[in-house]
């Protein structure tokens, strides 16, 4: 898991209709394991994957939340039958500085984002509350514990408001009302 600084330009925030890019990605080494790398350039506010697999209602270790109860699984099979780039985004590392941002069953990208540039997201920011939550190690907020959005105090939660997940502001308008 890799901080990566943003910018302060609007691509690929809310509000602004994401553009299908389909760039090219690989699985490469990362500081933690694996990351997913972008292999050429792509504008901010591109989709740079999509998330397949199989959608059940509980979280787990390698999961994604793009529902409020929906969670993207890896297939069974997603590492043993060579389809690990299928599954790229199972190995889409955390940082408290993402350069994208889940949009649905999309990954957005916040900034323009260079070729050789490790994609990251912030699982804060998708996650209600995280299967089997972990010190960070993005280096860009000090170690903190990501839990997921429900564990986050209110300073927190809007200083992620431009990636937030349109899943958990509809689950906070729900409790709300």
């Known amino acids: ?7 302060d330009g609007q691509e690929g925030r809310r509000g602004l209709s994401p553009v299908r890019a ?7 080494p990362s500081s933690t394991d694996r990351g997913v790398w972008c292999d050429q350039a792509v504008p901010g506010g591109s989709i740079v994957l999509e998330f397949s697999g199989d959608v059940r209602p509980t979280p ?13 699984h890896p297939d069974d ?4 039958n ?26 957005v990208a916040l900034r323009d984002l260079v ?3 490790e994609l990251t997201f912030d699982y804060n920011a998708t996650e209600w ?6 010190a960070c190690a993005c280096g860009a907020c000090g170690g903190s514990i990501v839990r997921g959005f429900a564990h986050l105090d209110a300073q927190a939660r809007e200083r992620r408001r431009d990636w937030i997940a349109e899943h958990l502001l509809e689950r906070l308008r729900d409790e709300d009302a």
């Not at 389909?22 to 490469?28: D, E, L, Q, W």
């Not at 099979?77 to 043993?80: E, G, M, P, Y």
């Not at 509350?129 to 972990?134: K, N």
């Open 1 to 7: 898991m890799r901080g990566h600084a943003g910018d």
């Open 22 to 28: 389909r760039p090219r990605i690989s699985v490469r």
């Open 60 to 72: 787990a270790r390698f999961s994604v939340q793009v529902g409020v109860n929906e969670h993207i």
């Open 77 to 80: 099979d997603a590492l043993t």
């Open 82 to 107: 060579g389809n690990a780039l299928r599954f790229a985004w199972r190995f889409l590392n955390h940082s408290c500085a993402p350069n994208c941002r889940v949009a649905g069953r999309v990954l």
């Open 115 to 117: 070729a050789g540039e």
């Open 129 to 134: 509350s995280m299967a089997e939550p972990f």
